[in-house]
């Protein structure tokens, strides 16, 4: 059996890699603050304050990419590239509760991704100056993955409570 280790990528690529799939849930989570606004004001601030733990651990990934003298990507290219709307839904703000529910259960998923995503990454790494960060990131994407979905069952229960889910 080959190691994970033995696989490691390229220090540039490692940290690219964690940088970018970080930008891609900053302006996830974003989004989410955006589309709950109208329906669920609360929800939205939620998913605003784990946007801004991702601005968090953006700012730390940059940080070390000085101090290995390494270069990111810029932001504002990835900004042309990335959206946060969903192209298949034909409205961008939750409009109802099951519209609600879909979208948390899509962000619960999505944050199961991304903490199994640094993880991996976290067991592939061989570069010393990332391990306590990536091990940092992981207990954090832990965290953020049980807070998305400790959300969505008290939002569902919330709604039965008030006798408006279906």
């Known amino acids: 059996m080959v190691s994970l280790a033995v696989l490691s990528p390229l220090p540039q690529d490692q940290i690219t890699l964690a940088y970018s ?3 891609r849930e ?3 989570y974003r989004g989410l603050a955006l589309c709950f606004l ?3 004001p609360p929800v ?3 998913m605003s304050a784990i946007g801004m733990e991702c601005e968090h651990r953006i700012f730390n990934l ?4 000085r101090q290995m003298e390494l270069v990111l990507p810029s932001t504002i290219s990835q900004l042309r590239e990335m959206s946060f709307l969903n192209k298949n839904s034909r409205h961008f703000f939750v409009l ?4 609600g529910r879909q979208v948390l259960l899509d962000a619960e998923e999505a944050a199961e991704t991304s903490h199994t995503f640094f993880s991996r990454l976290s067991e592939t790494n061989a570069i010393p100056e990332l391990q306590q960060l990536l091990s940092t990131f ?3 994407k832990y965290s953020e993955y049980h807070v998305v979905k400790e959300c969505r069952e008290q939002w569902k229960n919330a709604l039965y409570a008030l006798g408006c889910a279906s």
């Open 138 to 140: 992981v207990a954090q």
């Open 96 to 99: 109802d509760e099951t519209m």
């Open 26 to 28: 900053l302006y996830r």
């Open 62 to 65: 940059q940080e070390v990419a």
């Open 44 to 46: 939205s601030r939620l």
């Open 38 to 40: 109208p329906f669920d």
């Open 21 to 23: 799939q970080e930008t």
